[in-house]
């Protein structure tokens, strides 16, 4: 993430993890700042049994972290959830209890005015009711809430919805989209739209309307802003076309574009689910597409950026290669993208 004049990437290993700073405009190195929490230390540090499950697909610091420009805020696989001033030091660290996750828990923090919102969806059945969302206070990381989720482990992350009424935490698991209120977490409304049993993309939110995808399920579209149960009467159409395991979507309001892990790229028209076009590329997509300005920007793993403009047919403007394998989601500020790839950090722009 970006703020300011600086940079922020988290980063782990089974043994340590650390939040690192870095200058946005050399590139330097700040400083890098271990964050780890008694509980998830002895985890560690103990035999095989007491290990955190991590997978070569998401390692031990897939969450993104995010900022007030006071604090930054991270997690980790581990379920330590922290906050770090921008000199370094930790001010404070909690252990939310060690996860049952297949993959290892992976879903980014979300900034709501002084609420720090944790999605952490765990177990390998609803009913094993370990699932929950979490409204933290982010001076003190003390739970101001904790609403349980009905779905097991997802790899997920919350995102913020401002309709014309009010502002919801929208959350995707198996097989429930649900909305939240932001200041006590109370339920708003659920729709049953993705059956899939490993939830992984993010949802998409645009012109008050909630999009959500997976491989297992369909891409479908829900007018936010309901109550209770709103299967019924909040969707607002299906399509069983492009659906990535990992890759989010992105919607301007007038397109959506995803991308999934065989290549595959698919623009629809976001007000009638219409599917305009599909284009079919080597390599997968785990980075999530992002539009700036008119332009959409995908990064594939193998380190190939590509530039379209989304309209009613394929248009390529250009394309870029990095070298590196990439996982992550570009961050974009002041007409740069900063890019990070396995080994390195890039700036990409006009000099």
């Keep these: 993430i970006v703020w300011g004049d600086r940079i922020f990437v988290t980063g782990a290993t089974p043994e340590a993890q650390e939040l690192f700073c870095f200058d946005r405009k050399s590139g330097k190195k700040l400083w890098q700042a271990p964050v780890q929490s008694e509980q998830s230390l002895r985890w560690k540090q103990g035999g095989e049994d007491e290990r955190v499950t991590e997978s070569e697909f998401t390692g031990s610091a897939a969450p993104t972290p995010t ?17 770090v001033d921008f000199a370094g030091k930790v001010r404070w660290v909690k252990n939310l209890g060690k996860p049952e996750s297949a993959y290892g828990l992976a879903s ?16 390998y059945r609803a009913d094993d009711e370990l699932s929950a969302i979490y409204g933290l206070d982010t001076a003190t990381g003390e739970i101001i809430w904790r609403t349980d989720r009905p779905v097991p482990n997802s790899w997920s992350s919350p995102i913020l919805a401002r309709t014309r009424d009010r502002v919801e935490i929208v959350v995707a698991g198996s097989p429930w989209v649900i909305a939240y209120e932001p200041a006590f977490g109370d339920e708003l409304w659920r729709a049953n739209v993705l059956p ?14 909630v999009y959500v995808t997976d491989d297992e399920a369909e891409l479908v579209a829900i007018q936010a802003g309901g109550t209770g149960d709103v299967t019924k009467t909040h969707v607002l159409w299906r399509l069983p076309e492009g659906m990535p395991d990992v890759s989010s979507p992105v919607c301007d309001g007038r397109y959506l574009v995803q991308a999934d892990g065989g290549g595959r790229i698919t623009c629809i028209e976001a007000k009638t ?19 700036a300005g008119k332009l959409l920007y995908l990064m594939d793993n193998d380190g190939k950026g590509l530039v379209i403009e989304p309209g009613e047919t394929y248009r390529e403007i250009g394309r870029g290669d990095l070298g590196e394998r990439i996982d992550a989601t570009p961050a974009f500020a002041d007409s740069i993208i900063y890019v990070r790839t396995e080994k390195r950090l890039f700036a990409l722009g006009k000099r």
């Design 67 to 83: 900022t007030d420009g006071k604090l930054v805020y991270v997690c980790f696989n581990t379920n330590d959830v922290a906050a």
């Design 108 to 123: 980014s923090l979300l900034l709501v005015a002084n609420t720090l919102i944790y999605q952490c969806d765990q177990g």
């Design 196 to 209: 899939g049993a490993e939830i992984g993309p993010s949802p998409a939110y645009a012109d008050g309307i």
């Design 273 to 291: 689910g219409k599917l305009l076009w599909k284009k079919d590329l080597r390599g997968e997509f785990w980075s999530s597409p992002i539009v």
